[in-house]
């Protein structure tokens, strides 16, 4: 009986904890994923169609019924909008059909429905062909987006295509943006071991010192530490003026509204994600390992490349993890101080998302990012147990 209890008491306390991942995190998680693969637009628009379609043998006999069917659709659809965006993924799949449509539109807004004959007004809707794309655009699941971000599409015959050059730019942004967080986490790497050598290295107040300076900025809003280097940035920020006054430039350097900009404001707000770990990992090193190898004749580089360096190899690769997945999500630091060509993925989801209300698009880029998030941890983890495999 007591163990039943403290079964039922420990369960009550992980309770809140399971609800608010299911409600926070699970249930948005298994949304965009649904959404990456659905698109109920069209049964929207022709919902008539949508359900004597599914019934249709394929054959020309029987395209008198979704005729008529499509007609009362379109008489009864009042929303331009959506029919708009029915016809380019209809467009997309097969050519002709924002003619066909254009066309169609027009007769059924200048006459009554049940007078428009689709048959006699163009003889493509007598083509089982463009009923059978109109079909599979009904099917409530759908890889298009998927495909589309990757700048893929389904071609006439069901293949899997590249899209055409002046419509493909996601994998340009995506390759952008793995090249931007590479960058980061290196120059992360390259400043924050050395920073948490120091920081190990001391004790009493000044590692407190150290300590606090790293984490100042967490405590400080994102927005305004990248508005900080906004202003620093400038061609008459504080940096190109202290630069010039010290005689080394003549001109200002340009360091905003470009990728050095990005490179340089990403470093300094995602620099603690790296010296923390890497100080985890440099403290837990005996302190007479160094003074061991030291008198076994080991110089100062060789003790840090054999003693120091493997040790903390696992703060390295922690700090990077977090530093690697926390930037290919980066959107406002990008946004204020990169131009046009340094805009990163996440601000392509963030324009179908709220610019061109395409859920399906942004939940897919989404999904994309998430897998490449996955992919990393895995390397991680295979990284992270290969060494404890060695040891034992």
């Known amino acids: 009986m007591k163990s039943r209890l403290a079964r039922l008491r420990a369960l009550l306390l992980v309770l809140p904890l399971a609800g608010f991942m299911l409600v926070f995190f699970i249930g948005p998680l298994v949304s965009m994923l649904s959404l990456s693969v659905s698109d109920g637009s069209a049964r929207h628009v022709i919902p008539t169609v949508a359900e004597r379609i599914a019934d249709w043998d394929g054959e020309a006999a029987g395209l008198g019924d979704l005729q008529r069917a499509l007609v009362t659709d379109l008489a009864a659809s009042p929303d331009d909008q959506a029919v708009g965006e029915v016809v380019r993924r209809l467009n997309s799949s097969k050519s002709g059909f924002r003619s066909l449509f254009g066309k169609t539109l027009t007769a059924v807004a200048t006459a009554p429905a049940e007078s428009v004959d689709l048959a006699a007004l163009d003889k493509r809707w007598n083509d089982p062909a463009y009923w059978l794309v109109i079909q599979d655009a009904l099917n409530p699941l759908t890889d298009r987006y998927l495909l589309a971000a990757l700048d893929l599409q389904r071609d006439a015959g069901g293949q899997i295509a590249e899209k055409p ?151 390295v690769l922690s700090g990077a993890l977090l530093v690697f997945m926390s930037a290919i999500g980066y959107y406002i630091t990008p946004a204020l101080i990169g131009g046009p060509r340094d805009q990163m993925i996440s601000s392509v989801i963030a324009y179908y998302a709220t610019g061109a209300a395409n859920w399906g698009m942004a939940s897919a880029l989404g999904v994309l990012l998430l897998a490449i998030t996955l992919c990393i941890y895995a390397v991680y983890q295979w990284l992270s147990t290969e060494p404890a495999k060695g040891r034992s």
């Open 165 to 315: 050059a002046g419509e493909a730019a996601n994998r340009a942004i995506l390759l952008r943006t793995l090249v931007i967080s590479g960058t980061v986490t290196l120059a992360t790497v390259a400043i924050g071991f050395p920073f948490a050598m120091a920081i190990a290295a001391s004790s009493g107040w000044r590692r407190a010192l150290l300590l606090g300076l790293t984490l100042l900025p967490l405590w400080t809003s994102l927005l305004v530490r990248t508005a900080a280097w906004f202003i620093l940035l400038q061609d008459k920020g504080l940096i190109n003026q202290t630069l010039q006054s010290l005689g080394v430039i003549s001109e200002p350097l340009a360091l905003i509204f470009n990728r050095s900009g990005v490179i340089i404001a990403m470093t300094y707000v995602l620099l603690p994600l790296m010296i923390l770990p890497v100080y985890s990992a440099l403290i837990a090193i005996p302190a007479n390992l160094r003074p061991a190898a030291a008198s076994l004749g080991a110089g100062p580089l060789r003790a840090f490349c054999e003693v120091t360096l493997p040790l903390g190899l696992r703060g």
